[in-house]
Structures are given as structure tokens and as C-alpha cells.
């Protein structure tokens, strides 16, 4: 007998993997639309280890793995490296050392409901947005948990508009342990159903302080202050984050985490559709100061995007991820006070990078293939090394 397995959630995958990877010592480290942004465990500070869980929630995304095989899995691999029971550690805030829980069985379901869960939100709120003129209508679902929560409950079969505010406060998941969802409809469904269209909800709100930073908020009740952000958001979030993280970073580590976000789908949307910029590689320090660049990460803008495309469409999205291996390992040529060009024969890509007249951003304005004619190639490395002081 034939037997179907339900497809893997592609928009949840998607939107998983295109996050980046941001280190916290308390849950209030990585402050709501992070979350869109990163992925992050509390007290884990080791990138290796962040990057282990990482794996095993990606693999229950995509293969459906069970919460039993995802702790089989990572509990002996965690224990090894030392990221178990609970251990003595600085908070690198406040600077006390204190007795903390590191990995517990408690801990690993939490990390493994709260990622799929919104994983899966964050996935159905991009097939509702593309399909809201046929189905403009989301009714919620609550009730679904042992010990609902009073507010939840209350908006049980509430239906409003998919545009109405109360979404972008309310879209779940918006708690710890929540198991709401929302159900996409028409009017046809409704009359079925014997529903109609709500009032859009008036929520009262509570004060919240993140007492790591000292923001202040107003929160509306009913939504825990971690998952206090709109859905959808991560697009927009995605490369200013990214960004403002890789540069506070040892710029070993962020080139090492730029370049898996750089082949994955987020860099693909930019590539196919640009918009603002997008991070593409990591300058040395040493680099970066001889063009007077206060920081290291390079942007790719959407204009030099574009303008890439109209002039080497022959190159792929794939490829811009060489961006880096051309700074890592190829000839630098300094060109001009705040531009540098890098030139690598080995896979025959140079890549041309800029600071601003302030120094607070460097961009790429250039990147190409050298020619595949062997005596073309010669001569244009040559006319790149005759530009500029040649670096290394």
C-alpha cells in the first residue's frame, strides 16, 4: 500500500535557516525581534555548541524528529563539551559569578516547542500573506493547551481581518508553552461555520522592564515580554541586525557565520529581489584601518546589486559567498585611501570594497570574475597590481 508523508514545512525551514546566530547569557540578552534574526540559547557562549542544538532543531524541522530522538541525540554531545546540569558562570553584565542551569532535559523541551513552534508561525504568516485576497479572514484557535491562559481563551474563535492591528500584537506564538494558532478563511467558510467578523479586540497593556538594558515597555496583556514583536518581520531585520552584530564580533568568528548565512535562502531573496543592503563579508581588523573604516562587516547595497546583475549576470547568488574567500586568501591592493581591491587567481574573483566618507560602514561596489583567457588574465592582474600599494 501507498503511503504519504506530509511535505516538510518549506516557509518554517526557510525562515529558520536564515537566521543568524547571536550569543546571550540571560533570555533578555536577545530581545524580541531578535529572536526573528538569530538563533540564540541562554548561557550558551560557545558557537560550536549554539550551532550542535542548532542542527538537531533543524533536523526536526525538516525530517519531523521526535522531541525524544532530538534530547537522545544532543544530551551525550552536550554533556561532553561540558554544557550540562549546572556549572559556575560570570555574567558578563553585571559581572557576578553565580550557580547556573546549563543543559537539563526542562531545558532542551523549551528550546525544542518554543523554536518549532515559531518557526511554524513565522512560516504560516508568509503563506498568509500571499494568499489574504483569497482568504482574508483569521479566526483563532485557543483552548489548545491543559492550562489555557484567561486571555487566550477569551479570544477563542475570534475572527478579524488578517490586516486588523490585533495581529501583529497577538499572531502566536506569544508565550511560553502557548499552543494557539489561527486558521485562514473566507467568507464562504464563515457563513459555513456559523462565524462572523469580530470587533477588533481592545487590549489592555503592563508595564515591563528588561532589567539588562533598562528599556521600558508597555505590553499587551496576554503576550510574555519575550515575544513581544509583530510576525513577519525577519526580513526586514535580518541584514540590520546581522550587521550590527558582526561588527561588535572578532571578525574571525562573524566571517565564519556570515558565510553560511550568505549561501543560504535570506542572501537568495536579496540576490533576486534587493532591497536596502545585505552583509556579504568581514574585513580584518588591520584591513579595515587602513582605510579608515570604524567597522569591518561589508555591506552589499541594493543599487550595487542590481547593478551587478544588469553587468555580470553570469554570476550566481552562490557565488557571492567568495566574497570573503577573495578577502581571506587573496592579493590586497589598496587603491585609493578608502578602497581596497582583492584579488584572488586561484578561483579568479576579485572583489572591491569601500568605506564611507565617515567610516561607519564599508560597502562592496564591486565583485567579478577575472577572465578565463590565460594571457587576458595575466594582464589584468597586473593592470589591478599597477593601481595601488600592493598589501600582502
Known sequence: MIQFKPLPPKEAIEFFRSKGYKIGFSWEDVWQQEHQAAFTVAKVTQLDILRDIRGGIDSALVDGTTFEDFRKNLKPLL????????????????????????????????????????????????????????????????NNSEHPRMEHSSWDNLVLPADDPFWQAHFPVKAWGCKCNVTQMNGKML?????????????????????????????????????????????????????????????????????????????????????????????????????????????????TMQKQKDVHPELTAQEYALVQSTIDSGVRVQDAEKSLIYVQEQDGYVSVVKTTGTGKAVFLTSFRKLSSDDEKRIREIKRILQKGGRKN
Do not use: C
Open 79 to 142: 554533556m561532553e563539551k561540558g554544557w550540562w546540569g549546572k556549572a559556575e558562570m560570570t555574567d558578563p553584565v553585571t559581572g557576578e559569578t553565580n550557580l547556573v542551569q546549563l543543559g537539563s532535559t526542562r531545558r532542551l523541551r523549551t528550546i525544542f516547542d518554543t523554536n518549532l513552534r515559531t518557526a511554524h508561525s513565522e512560516g504560516q504568516w508568509q503563506r498568509i500573506e500571499a494568499a489574504k485576497k483569497s482568504f482574508p479572514y483569521l479566526r483563532y484557535n485557543a
Open 191 to 303: 457563513e459555513q461555520r456559523g462565524l462572523k467578523v469580530s470587533e477588533s479586540p481592545k487590549v489592555p497593556q503592563y508595564e515591563y522592564i528588561n532589567k539588562r538594558t533598562g528599556d521600558i515597555q508597555k505590553i499587551p496583556r496576554g503576550v510574555d515580554p519575550s515575544f513581544n514583536y509583530p510576525p513577519g518581520g525577519r526580513l526586514d531585520n535580518l541584514p540590520k541586525f546581522i550587521t550590527e552584530k558582526m561588527d561588535v564580533s572578532a571578525p574571525a568568528i562573524a566571517a565564519s557565520v556570515l558565510s553560511g548565512i550568505v549561501s543560504g535562502p535570506a542572501f537568495k531573496r536579496f540576490f533576486d529581489d534587493p532591497e536596502g543592503y545585505f552583509p556579504v563579508a568581514v574585513l580584518p581588523d588591520s584591513h579595515a584601518a587602513d582605510i579608515g573604516a570604524n567597522a569591518h562587516t561589508v555591506r552589499l547595497s541594493a543599487e
